[in-house]
C-alpha cells in the first residue's frame, strides 16, 4: 500500500512562528503536491513538485515556500504564520495514475 | 475564481435512497475527472474517476455520468449506506500538466439509517 505520512497532526503556532510541515511518501513518486482544505472551498493547490529541487506554484502560493531536498520528502514552510493560515493542510503524492494523500495537518495560528 | 463548482453542500438522504452530486468545469482542456470520499480526519481517497471518451462509469454502487458539451459530470450512490456518510468532492485536471488537479468545494453526505 502506497503511504504518504504527514508526522504532525494537530499543530498549534502563534502569530509570526516559522512553521514546518513535513510529508514522506514511500512509493518513489516523482509528484508531490501540497493542498490546503477549507470548508465550502473544497482543497486548493499550493504548490507542487515534480522532482528533487523543482517546484511550481500552485493557485494560492503566497506566504508559503516548500523544500525537496530528496524525492520522497516533500516540506511545506509558512515563514511568518499569520491567523489567516489557519486550517488543514492535505499532502499528496502521485504515480500519474492515481494522487495519494496523507491524512492531513491540523493547523491552527493563534 | 473556482474552476469547478460542486453542488449541493451538502445532503442527507435516507437508507437504500440515491445521493446525487453535480459538479460543473469551465477548462475544455480538462481530460481527468476523479471523484474523491473523505471520512472524518483522514485524508481524501481515490473513490472513481472518468475521462471524457466515455458518457458513465460504474464501480459497484457508485455511477459517473459524464456530458462533455454541457462540461458538467455528476456522482450518483446508489442503495445509499450509513458507511457512505462522508464528505465527497469532484476534481478535475489535464492529465499532461503532472495530475495537477482542480477541486470542488465538497458535498457532506449524512446517509440515515
Known amino acids: 500500500d502506497v503511504k504518504v505520512t504527514q508526522s504532525s497532526r494537530y499543530l498549534v503556532k502563534r502569530t509570526g512562528e516559522k512553521v514546518f510541515l513535513e510529508c514522506v511518501q514511500d512509493?518513489?513518486?516523482?509528484?508531490m503536491f501540497w493542498y490546503r482544505q477549507d470548508p465550502g472551498l473544497g482543497l486548493r493547490l499550493i504548490y507542487f513538485?515534480?522532482?528533487?529541487?523543482?517546484?511550481e506554484k500552485g493557485d494560492i502560493p503566497e506566504g508559503y515556500s516548500v523544500s525537496r531536498e530528496k524525492k520522497e520528502r516533500f516540506s511545506l514552510i509558512l515563514e511568518s504564520a499569520s491567523t489567516n493560515q489557519t486550517s488543514m493542510y492535505l499532502c499528496a503524492s502521485t504515480d500519474r495514475s492515481t494522487i495519494y494523500f496523507g491524512e492531513g495537518s491540523w493547523l491552527t495560528v493563534v | 475564481q473556482q474552476q469547478v463548482k460542486q453542488s449541493p453542500q451538502s445532503l442527507i438522504v435516507q437508507k437504500g435512497g440515491i445521493s446525487i452530486i453535480n459538479c460543473a468545469y469551465e477548462?475544455?482542456?480538462?481530460?481527468?475527472f476523479p471523484w474523491y470520499q473523505q471520512f472524518p480526519g483522514k485524508g481524501p481517497a481515490l473513490l472513481i474517476a472518468?475521462?471524457?471518451?466515455?458518457s458513465e462509469k460504474k464501480e459497484g454502487r457508485f455511477t459517473i455520468s459524464f456530458n462533455k458539451s454541457a462540461k458538467q459530470f455528476s456522482l450518483h450512490i446508489m442503495d445509499s449506506q450509513p458507511g457512505d456518510s462522508a464528505t465527497y468532492f469532484c476534481a478535475a485536471s489535464r492529465w499532461a500538466a503532472g495530475n495537477k488537479l482542480t477541486f470542488g468545494g465538497g458535498t457532506r453526505v449524512l446517509v440515515k439509517p
Open positions: 472518468i475521462r471524457p471518451d466515455v
Open positions: 512509493m518513489d513518486h516523482e509528484n
Open positions: 477548462n475544455t482542456a480538462f481530460d481527468y
Open positions: 513538485s515534480y522532482d528533487v529541487k523543482m517546484k
